[in-house]
């Protein structure tokens, strides 16, 4: 049974879908992840919980289930959170990657511009293959033989290809990648977009921007971008940052946000975000929509090191812990379709859970310029359900 802080919550969010599924004969679950702190930003819990799954879905969510469990998980001390989906990795380039982002509590994910039209049935091979959702940005540019990078020659932005690719891969391709940094696309950054934008709206797909250091301003690129289309590396530094010379946000860039444009963390390796750029955009209130990696099967060595520690960044900064989980969670299920019923610890939601350890202590955490920064918090992933079934544990 619900109690009354779970009802005004579902109210209060909105989501009138909050009924018990009922379960047939004795009240016999298949797992039960007992005595967490469960936080579910997709109704607005924050509450010591028991979460019941049966046939690979969420049953109940409760502060005592009762009734018998095949299997149960004791979460004393632990967060449970719905399964983590990251919008920027690159779990798509390695037949064991998807399995290893797995464990880090990443039950969901898309492959940013991996592939381009040159190489996606590879990657979407992969995906297909993966134990999660695993879906994919197709880029723009052919991605092998080049060097510079991929726009660098515009020709190998190919409208014609990309809708090829999109089209023998729509079980998987949910959108098309454009990388438009100077060392990436040169001058062709505006026009790299543009043919973007066409490819991807034959199928009515977003498109997903790689900010930073790009020949043209946010001003130029960001009119160029329609609702629901997603600007990774939001914090990258200048030349041609989300901020002014005077360090203010570009009111471009808050007027794209009003209109639908989303805004991504892609945390990376190099160029992609300094600890200067979140400060002084977070203190304008200037938050993510959406977390993310830019992960790799590499990405434990370096300052990556898995989603929940990319999380914790956020939480160094004073982004409250429901809002950090929300951006990994229900906030990026809602930026792909193919996350719709993901995101949530609803009741009739496949079960995907990801179970964290906040631990308190002194944590240092890098930025893509060696820069460091002592944080009091980290989240660590501690186990990982997907579909009802425990994922197998991180070595
Ligand atoms: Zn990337």
């Given amino acids: 049974m619900m109690n009354r802080r779970q009802i005004l919550c579902a109210a209060a969010a909105g989501a009138a879908t909050l009924v018990r599924v009922p379960t047939v004969g004795a009240a016999t679950f298949d797992l039960v992840i007992k005595g967490g702190r469960v936080i579910d930003p997709s109704v607005g819990l924050d509450g010591i919980r028991d979460v019941a799954i049966s046939g690979g879905r969420i049953v109940a969510v409760e502060a005592n289930v009762m009734g018998d469990a095949a299997d149960t998980i004791d979460a004393r001390g632990k967060i449970v959170a719905p399964g983590l989906i990251d919008i920027h990795t690159h779990a798509g380039r390695g037949k064991d990657s998807p399995a290893l982002a797995l464990q880090d509590g990443v039950t969901g994910f898309v492959d940013a511009g991996s592939g381009g039209p040159d190489n996606i049935d590879e990657i979407a091979a992969v995906l297909r293959g993966a134990p999660q959702i695993g ?22 932005a190919n409208v014609t290809l990309v809708r090829g690719a999109i089209a023998r891969n729509r079980d998987v391709v949910v959108g098309v990648k454009a990388r438009l940094s100077h060392d990436v696309a040169g001058t062709n950054d505006l026009e790299g977009l543009r043919r973007a934008q066409e490819a991807a709206s034959s199928f009515d797909l977003p498109v997903m921007i790689h900010m930073g250091q790009s020949i043209s301003p946010m001003r130029a690129i960001l009119p160029l971008l329609k609702r629901g289309d997603i600007v990774t590396h939001m914090y990258a530094p200048p030349p041609n940052s989300i901020l002014d010379d005077q360090g203010r946000l570009i009111p471009d860039v808050a007027a794209a946000r009003r209109r639908g444009v989303l805004f991504d963390f892609g945390n990376g390796v190099s160029g992609h975000f300094n600890w200067n750029m979140v400060e002084r955009a977070a203190a304008q209130g200037f938050w993510p929509d959406t977390l993310s990696t830019d992960w790799n099967a590499m990405s434990r060595t370096t300052g990556v090191v898995d989603f ?3 999380m914790s960044k956020m939480l160094m900064f004073g982004m409250p812990l429901m809002q950090v989980i929300a951006t990994a969670t229900v906030n990026a299920a809602r930026v792909f379709p193919a996350f719709d019923d993901r995101g949530t610890l609803n009741i009739g939601a496949p079960a995907d859970v990801a179970i964290m350890e906040l631990r308190d202590g002194n944590f240092e955490f890098v930025d893509n310029y060696q820069g460091k920064r002592a944080g009091r918090q980290r989240l660590f992933p501690i186990a990982t359900v997907l579909n009802g079934k425990r994922a197998p544990a991180r070595a």
């Fill in 308 to 310: 929940p520690n990319v």
């Fill in 135 to 156: 879906r994919a940005l197709v880029n723009v540019a052919a991605r092998t033989g080049f060097t510079g990078g991929e726009l660098m020659d515009i020709n190998r």
